[in-house]
Structure formats: C-alpha cells, structure tokens
C-alpha cells in the first residue's frame, strides 16, 4: 500500500500573523550569495559562497504545539515532554460548517465522529473548520476571528483518551475574550495542542492516519514551532 504525505505546516515568513496577544515573527537574510562572494572562499574557478538567515521569534509562531509549561508554571517545558505525544494515530474532524467565531461544542463532536467513521480512543483529533483557507488573504480575520473550542468539547476529547487536538487559529480560544476557559482546562486535564494547523480540509474523509508534529527540543520552551505533517494509507 502506498503512503502520500500531506503538509499541515504553515511557511514562516517575516511578520508573518500571529496571535492577538504576540509579537510576529522577525525572518530576513543575514548572509548572502552576493554579500559572501567577497569572502575569497573555496579556490579559483570554484568559489563556496552561502546564504544564512537571521530568526527573531517567540516559541508559538505558525504552526506550533504548547508546552504544558506554556499556562501551568509547574508544567513540563517542551524539552522534557513525551515524543510519542507528537506522533501517532489520528483522525481529522469535518466541521466546515462551523463559522468564525462559533463556539465548537461537543454536539459537533459527536456529529463530526460519526460521519468520520472513526471511534476517538487515544488518537490526536484535528479539528477543520475550513478558518485558514476561508480567511487566507485576510489577516486581520486569521488573528482575530477563529472558532473557539468549548469546554465540554474539551473534556469529551479527554473522556476518549485524546491527549492532543489541533485547530487551524492562532488558538483553540476565541479571541473575543480573555477568559482562556480552554486553555485552563487543558492545563487541568494534562493535555494540550498545535495551533495554526493548515491543508485540514486534504485529511477530511480519509479515515485514521498517522500524524507527526514533532518539537524543537528548545530548553525550558513554553512550546515550539513543528513541521505537522499527515502520512495516509493509500
């Protein structure tokens, strides 16, 4: 059977949108092709020149998973979590009737679980709610008008054992308050997930997958940049 890999990944790209409450990123060329020429590398008829490119950001751009740390002043920093939370069998979530700003309530839970045809037991949910695509060129949207993740949604997640979902905002709580009953609750109930997830709407219908979304192994991070990808049996 043959494997076809999809990218969830958002590009990082210079003050790129990020969320209501952070900075957006810093990314420019530090060294060039051009600039390094004039370094007299490598030997005459075959010079080495290179390029590097200088990073500035907070450990939560594009498309990223929390750290426990991130809300829970005495939770696991990134560097010290279970790998195996990053990976693992999943199933995606057709809930592109949900509009911008609606609360995702575990009603639509149930709803969306049966039509994927796949019992949630332990598997990371992706939730789609079509958010990215339907707001790709309107960035103001994209920070300030995701669905939100109701607390009853949350705890049905966590009752079939989910230990991590991941929406396609800039967070799993509408950013039309400062409540954070979300992310209160995750800390709570020990589980987390990734945000500003992209390409959902390729992985509905298609079953259980495996997904992989590993961290940067950064020392003491509130959470990390991933590159999320989903592989699916074909």
């Not at 993740?149 to 308050?177: C, F, I, N, Q, Y």
Request: glycine share 8%; proline share 5%; charged share 25%.
């Amino acid at each position: 059977m043959a494997q076809r890999i999809i990218d969830l990944s958002m590009a990082i790209v210079d003050n790129m949108p990020s969320h209501k409450m952070f900075q957006s990123p810093v990314y420019l060329k530090a060294l060039t092709h051009e600039t390094t020429e004039s370094f007299g590398l490598g030997v005459d008829g075959d010079r080495m020149t290179f390029q590097t490119n200088f990073i500035s950001m907070l450990d939560h751009v594009g498309t990223h998973v929390d750290a426990f740390l991130h809300v829970n002043p005495k939770g696991a920093p990134i560097d010290e979590m279970p790998l195996d939370m990053f990976m693992g069998k999943a199933v995606c979530f057709d809930l592109q009737h949900i509009s911008d700003l609606e609360d995702i309530t575990a009603e639509h839970m149930e709803e969306a679980e049966k039509k994927a045809g796949v019992k949630v037991d332990g598997h990371i949910v992706l939730l789609c709610t079509g958010f990215h695509k339907r707001n790709l060129d309107n960035p103001k949207q994209l920070v300030w008008g995701n669905p939100g993740l109701t607390v009853e949604a949350t705890r049905w997640l966590h009752e079939r054992g989910s230990r991590v979902h991941g929406v396609e905002g800039p967070s799993t709580d509408k950013p039309t308050d400062n409540i954070f009953a979300q992310h209160r609750l995750c800390r709570d109930l020990g589980i987390t997930h990734y945000e500003w997830l992209v390409n959902l709407e390729e992985v509905v219908g298609k079953g259980e997958f495996q997904f992989v979304g590993l961290p940067i192994k950064f020392k003491g991070g509130s959470g990390s940049p991933v590159r999320a990808i989903a592989i699916i049996e074909e």
